[in-house]
Structures are given as C-alpha cells and as structure tokens.
C-alpha cells in the first residue's frame, strides 16, 4: 500500500525505495542496517526482529522496557555478528569527551545535579483525556522514560551505578508521571535529577567537586557547550557546532561499522545496560 507521507520525503532526500512492510525490508539484501525509531513498547520486539534477520541496528532510547529486554538484544546481537548502537545524541557529543576529561581536574566529587524539563507539546490534549504514547504508561511513557534518560545516562556513564535510588513523581490521572525529581545516592555523594513534560525552566547538567565544577548549560540532549570551573577560574568549552545534533552519533556508528570496531560498539552495550538497569530500579522506586 503506497505512503504518500513516506514518498514525499523519500523525493526530499533522494531516497530510492520506500518501504510499508516491515518483513520486506528486512529481507532486502540492499540494507545492512536499520534504524528503530518506534514508540518505547515496541521496541524489543522490531529490534530482536531486525538482529535475527542479519540487521545492525540503531535503537533509539529508552533501549528497551526491561533489563531482561537488553540483555537479550546484547546477546542475540554478539550471537549474529550484528552492530546494536543505542542512539543518544549527548554520549556522542565532543562536549561529552571533554566533560569526561576533566572531570579529574575538579577534585573529590560531592554533588551533581541536572534538570531537563521542557513542556510538551502533547500535554494540552493530555489533559483533555487524548493520551499519547509518550504520556501512556502501557507504551513505556512518561517524564523520566522520555527526556528524563538523557540527564541520567550522563550520569551513569560519567559517574558510574549509584548504589542507591528513588524518583518522587507528579503522577497524572492515568498514572504516568509527568515530572519528578530523581536522587541518586552513590558512596561519597548524591546526584539530584528534574525532570517534566508538564512545566519547563532553564534546563543543565552539573557536577561539582572540591577544586571546581563542570556545567553543560541548556538541554541535555544537545550539549553545545561546557563551562568549566577549576580552582576559581571559569572557561568555556563551545566547539563548532554541526548541522544537525545528531550528526556526531551517525558518523560514530558508521566509524565503528567501517573499522569493524566490535570492541567500542561493546563498551558502549555496556554503559547501555547499566542505564538501562538504573533506569528500572528508579521506576520500581518510584513514588
């Protein structure tokens, strides 16, 4: 059945074919890999489907509903030989290498903290009872699964699983949460996470030390600059921007896709787990 949505802009970006079945395209020789951009709910299941039928993938966040859902795509993805990305655009930013650099150079770490809250553009029709997947809970919905992932992934993969968590919520009338604060508890200190659908402010993500302090000031999902503190004297890191937010992450997959490098895309997996299994843990502390 023809897609005029999808022809229109298959014409736009001189694309060749366009394809309304799933099956078909999975068994076209012409593609290597595919790219699963769905509604958080289906996301295993298009994913597991694609790596059993010899596809890469590039998976969009949240990876998956469940730890047990990741640790299956990991493993049939090693099992086939296929490359399984996790597509976040801010752990493929040069603000994010920069941040993870410094992060030495401003001592013993006592706190960090992080704020993503941008109103949605679904919320009115929420509240008037026309529920969109991102604010239905069956379709893995919600503040925390949605924009709450990148302020936490930069927090796992920058300072490791904390050893402790809970997420207080704005819980709406169908019992998804449209804003709440996440604390995470680590050994030494505690990170305090905001996050909201239904409100917005000035939005960051900060680690502070004993020597200084690293701030990505703006939404987290695009990290343009970082503002770097050490021993009183404050610098700004802005390298020049791409086109695009997401350049950076394709043209990582395609390096590691190219240079067949197995030991990268592995060690990103495994930051991807460890999110994934904190990202759990904060919902099944959830109140």
């Known amino acids: 059945m023809p897609d005029p949505k999808g022809e229109e802009f298959a014409k736009k970006y001189n694309i060749e074919k366009v394809y309304t079945d799933y099956d078909e395209l999975l068994g076209s020789d012409d593609i290597d890999t595919v790219y699963v951009g769905l509604i958080n709910s289906v996301h295993f299941e298009y994913t597991k489907k694609a790596l059993l039928a010899g596809k890469n993938v590039i998976l969009e966040k949240p990876f998956t509903t469940t730890v047990e859902e990741t640790r299956e795509l990991i493993q049939l993805a090693r099992e086939k030989g296929c490359y399984l990305f996790e597509a976040i655009t801010n752990r493929h930013s040069k603000i994010y290498d920069r941040f993870k650099q410094e992060l030495s150079n401003i001592g013993r770490i006592r706190m960090g903290m992080g704020n993503y809250s941008q109103y949605s553009s679904r919320y009115d029709r929420y509240l008037k009872g026309d529920v969109a997947p991102a604010f239905d809970p069956s379709a893995f919905g ?4 949605d924009l709450g992932i990148y302020n936490l992934s930069l927090a796992v993969s920058l300072l490791g699983k904390p050893s402790s968590m809970h997420y207080d919520a704005n819980i709406g009338f169908n019992g998804v949460d449209t804003s709440g604060v996440v604390t995470l508890r680590y050994d030494d200190f505690i990170v305090t996470l905001s996050v909201a659908k239904d409100s917005e402010s000035p939005c960051y993500f900060t680690v502070q030390g004993e020597k200084g302090y690293l701030r990505i000031p703006g939404k987290p999902n695009e990290a343009e600059k970082l503002e770097i503190c050490k ?5 700004l890191y802005e390298p ?17 896709l190219h240079n067949r490098d197995w030991d990268t895309m592995s060690a990103q997996l495994d930051t991807t787990l460890d999110v994934m299994s904190t990202l759990i843990s904060i919902r099944e502390n959830m109140s």
Request: net charge negative; charged share 30%.
């Open 142 to 145: 919600g503040a925390l699964n």
């Open 240 to 256: 020049e921007p791409d086109l695009n937010r997401m350049v950076q992450e394709f043209r990582d997959f395609a390096d590691m």
């Open 231 to 235: 021993n009183g004297e404050v610098s």
